[in-house]
């Protein structure tokens, strides 16, 4: 059924014709790049007729419901505030200022980070760059996908590897996790309610390193409490909590435990995954 499940996903509209020249200018860049190859049709035609699937993944886009909850929460800002355009060019020699920019945010925060995000590994400098600001005294939460609603079970299995040293290594830092069946798939940056990034950045090493990705940074106390509010609303009724064991939090309990027959899987498949973390 394809209205089973859903990606519940975050976008933005700007109203700004900069930010619509650096974006148009981001897609050509790529569009004509050495990667981009034209599509033709297939020599022996289509063997398999996709109507039918096509079909049922327009039904769930057109789906009442979830066009007028989509609808319902959209909304305008009272006022302009400062955006531009990140961009992180394809390939690893491309300029990386998506990258560069979410590194720069968390060295520069000073009180709270927060982070939706679907795929959870993290390279070398995001790490780093997070610890560094536990120690500091800045409250990190991190909201991402469990084994019930994850659409990567490689990645999940680096961060179910993950996660314990994480919430030892950083302090103030909790992670939440998404419990299906809808997949979450939004990719969010907060930084001292002050300071939001919205694209397509995953904390990953294909993101940072070698695919291309875009993000909107907004400057503006408005927009980040509007972004709060719809993430807090998120993790109290769709996620459970990592945590420690016996580290004496009080919560929703160990997110690990409830997840059954994909959680076993993960476990099973999390050496496979971490030997193959750089291409993740």
């Known amino acids: 059924d394809a209205l ?39 020599w022996f035609g289509n063997w398999k007729s996709q109507f039918r699937r096509l079909a049922r993944t327009w039904a769930a886009m057109e789906a009442g419901p979830r066009r007028r909850r989509s609808a319902d929460s959209a909304k305008r800002l009272s006022e302009p505030v400062e955006a531009c355009l990140l961009y992180n060019a394809p390939g690893r020699l491309g300029t990386k200022a998506l990258t560069q920019g979410v590194l720069d945010l968390i060295s520069g925060s000073r009180k709270e980070i927060v982070i939706q995000n679907p795929f959870l590994v993290l390279t070398k400098a995001f790490r780093a760059a997070l ?18 609603s994850t659409d990567n079970l490689l990645s ?16 103030n830092c909790r992670f939440y996790v998404a419990q299906g069946p809808d997949k979450m798939h939004a990719k969010v940056f907060v930084f001292d309610r002050q300071d939001t ?14 695919n291309s990705e875009v993000g909107v940074w907004v400057h503006s106390d408005e927009f980040a409490r509007t972004t709060l509010g719809s993430i807090r609303k998120y993790i109290r009724e769709s996620t459970g909590e990592y945590v420690l ?7 929703k309990g160990s997110a690990h435990r409830q997840q059954g027959i994909r959680y076993r899987l993960i476990r099973m498949i999390t050496p496979f995954a971490l030997a193959v973390r750089p291409y993740l």
């Open 156 to 171: 999940q299995s680096v961060f179910f590897s993950d996660s314990k040293p994480l919430l030892r290594d950083i302090p």
């Open 131 to 148: 610890v560094a600001a536990g120690r500091r005294g800045v409250r990190i939460v991190i909201l991402t996908n469990g084994a019930d």
């Open 197 to 210: 990034i919205v694209g397509t950045f995953n904390l990953d090493s294909l993101s940072d390193h070698i």
């Open 4 to 42: 089973a499940t859903a990606y519940c996903d975050a976008d933005i509209l700007v109203d700004s014709i900069e930010i619509a020249q650096q974006a148009r200018a981001a897609f050509f860049e790529e569009f004509g790049g050495r990667e981009g190859r034209r599509l033709r049709s297939d």
């Open 245 to 251: 064991r016996g580290s004496g939090e009080k919560g």
